[in-house]
């Protein structure tokens, strides 16, 4: 089976220097094994989302020479497919409507957090009657959550190797439809990376600990699994965490500053693909990629 790899960027702003990164790895790990990659424009949440930030995107891609084979529909025209997916989770009892506030949740005592920070979901309506739902249903519509097993998902992360969580204690009940309709992430991205076959998902350390409740949502859904690797973040050289907010390393600035021959040289010399920072193309660097070459730690970065 030919590999699919895929770009699923957040169109809410300039990509940055991180983003890069991972759209690079992404594209080199697909390319070397004679694969297509895919785009997809994950523009979920409208408020955050443009289609004109989702246009700048696709034109730096091409500015850095990371070409895509085909495109997926954007995320924000999908929901009658994300909801026939919900549909297929609702009649095997997998799902129940909530009607928990934020606030609830926070001022629940002792509420657990999971890795990420957010409060563990307590459960509380979980497990409400059919009368108790028919009423509440009737004051305002609910969010939807997947109803999680104390159960242990366990992978082998392609760069990062044995990962597990246990869905119940680490992440608790997620929610796949918020009460305003806008699909979930987990929910939208499985759906999608189904759809399409993706045969590798490459992207961000930070979305490590997702990947356990994406993939029992394979598993309910009864589909294939793709391999997933996890890539180092870039930082600033004093170690914090690139984001959107580094004017100083995103893509307008970046365009100015330097070439796509030297971006990429200078992304190729952090992951190790490369002896010296020297200026390389995109096609050069398939020949040159392997994933044991690519460091665990994250990496600092300074152009
Ligand atoms: N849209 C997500 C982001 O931009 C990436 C999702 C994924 O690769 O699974 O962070």
């Known amino acids: 089976m030919a590999e699919l790899g895929r770009f699923a960027p957040t169109p809410s702003g300039r990509m940055h220097l991180g983003n890069v990164f991972s759209a690079l790895i992404a594209w080199l790990s697909v390319k070397s094994l004679g694969g297509e990659m895919l785009l997809r424009i994950e523009d979920l949440d409208t408020l955050r989302c443009s289609r004109e930030n989702a246009e700048i995107l696709k034109d730096d891609l091409r500015w850095l020479g990371l070409f895509w084979d085909r495109e997926q529909p954007d995320q924000s025209t999908r929901s009658a497919y994300y909801e026939q997916i919900l549909d297929t989770l609702r009649q095997r009892g997998e799902v129940f409507p909530c009607w928990c506030t934020r606030g609830d949740l926070k001022n629940a005592p002792n509420a657990p957090h999971a890795s990420d920070g957010h409060p563990i979901y307590p459960g509380t309506c979980r ?4 009368e108790e739902r028919r009423e509440r249903f009737a004051l305002r519509p609910p969010l939807w959550r997947l109803a999680v097993p104390a159960r242990r998902v366990e992978f082998v992360d392609g760069h990062y190797g044995p990962y597990a969580e246990d869905l119940a204690a680490d992440c608790g009940d997620f929610i796949l439809r918020r009460a305003d309709g806008v699909f979930s992430y987990q929910l939208a991205v499985t759906a999608d990376d189904i759809d399409a076959g993706v045969t590798q998902v490459v992207r961000g350390r930070d979305l490590l600990s997702s990947t356990p409740r994406q993939l029992y949502l394979y598993q309910l859904l009864r589909a294939p699994v793709p391999r997933f690797y996890h890539v180092p973040l870039l930082t600033a050289p004093d170690g914090r965490r690139l984001s959107k907010r580094d004017r100083d390393l995103d893509m307008g600035l970046l365009r100015e500053r330097c070439t796509p ?23 050069e660097l398939i020949g040159l990629f392997s994933w044991e070459k690519l460091p665990l730690a994250d990496i600092p970065i300074e152009l």
Do not use: I, K, M
């Open 127 to 130: 497990t409400l009657t059919e």
């Open 261 to 283: 021959e030297e971006l990429l040289g200078a992304l190729a010399f952090a992951a190790g693909l490369l002896d010296r920072r020297e200026s390389v193309s995109a096609p």
